[in-house]
């Protein structure tokens, strides 16, 4: 989906969309951007947020200096935890896989935060005490942070794809699986190092190409919905699947049983 960062964006509500961003429930977040929404431009941006104001649970987005954060909040305004990469960290140019996990603790250090595979080391921060992700039943939203009053702010301005939460955190081997060099794996179904399907309760890909209903095909019905108009793309992350130059300069030589390249 291609966001103007203007009014559109996406949201899902359901009981059980609530409790994967409830308390101190172990979690995973993964979904793919496309570049890093304009770095150090002095505007911030949201890519996932649960629930409205400060958000009241969860966000990741885009800091006005370029940042990527990830804050969990037991309340809008105090107590939360967060970790933290710096600008330059997603592709500006390219699609970036973020996937973020919490193991249930009260600190920053249950916290992790991978890009495009790789686990990145962060800024920890614990703003006084946090206690566990404040439980309420505001949507998730996707591509925008919302005031009570419904207004929106912190737009994305670009493609957002690939959605899915967990109410686990995923292993490493597991998030290197999801990647899969690039090319995003199917996680509604389990392949190679990435077993845990059956945890998986909100997914979507956004590849309906028409329409306002976000499916989720977890199985959960936790069906979202596009307001104001985000547009689907044919723009999507995949692998590199460029074939390789022909090789030049073989050299086969009569009664020798090797070739050699150069």
């Known amino acids: 989906l291609s966001f103007d ?3 559109d964006y996406v949201s899902a509500s359901s009981t059980i969309i609530d409790n994967v961003f409830s308390g101190t429930n172990s979690l995973t977040v993964s979904v793919w951007v496309y570049g890093d929404g304009g770095g150090n431009d002095g505007v911030t941006r949201n890519i996932i947020s649960k629930g409205k104001t400060n958000p009241r649970s969860f966000q990741i987005f885009k800091e006005l200096d370029g940042a990527l954060s990830y804050v969990l909040y037991s309340d809008s305004n105090s107590n939360w935890i967060r970790a933290q990469v710096g600008n330059g960290s997603l592709n500006s140019t390219g699609w970036n896989h973020i996937l973020v996990t919490y193991n249930g603790g009260t600190s920053y250090n249950s916290l992790t935060l991978n890009i495009n595979g790789d686990s990145l080391s962060f800024i920890g921060y614990n703003y006084q005490s946090y206690s566990g992700m404040n439980s309420n039943s505001d949507p998730m939203y996707v591509g925008t942070r919302v005031n009570t009053d419904g207004s929106t702010l912190h737009l994305w301005n670009n493609k957002i794809d ?9 292993t490493s081997s597991e998030i290197t699986a999801l990647y899969n060099s690039g090319g995003p ?12 399907s059956s945890n998986l309760k909100g997914y979507w890909r956004f590849n309906e190409n028409s329409g306002t209903t976000a499916y989720d095909i977890s199985g959960n019905g936790n069906h979202g919905t596009l307001a104001n108009g985000p547009t689907y793309s044919t723009s999507v992350p995949a692998a590199d699947n460029t074939a390789p130059s022909t090789p030049t300069g073989l050299l086969a030589t009569p009664g020798k049983s090797k070739v050699v390249l150069t």
């Open 162 to 170: 690939e959605l899915g939460i967990w109410n686990e955190a995923l």
């Open 5 to 7: 960062g203007s009014n």
């Open 185 to 196: 794996l199917d996680a509604s179904s389990n392949s190679g190092n990435y077993t845990s």
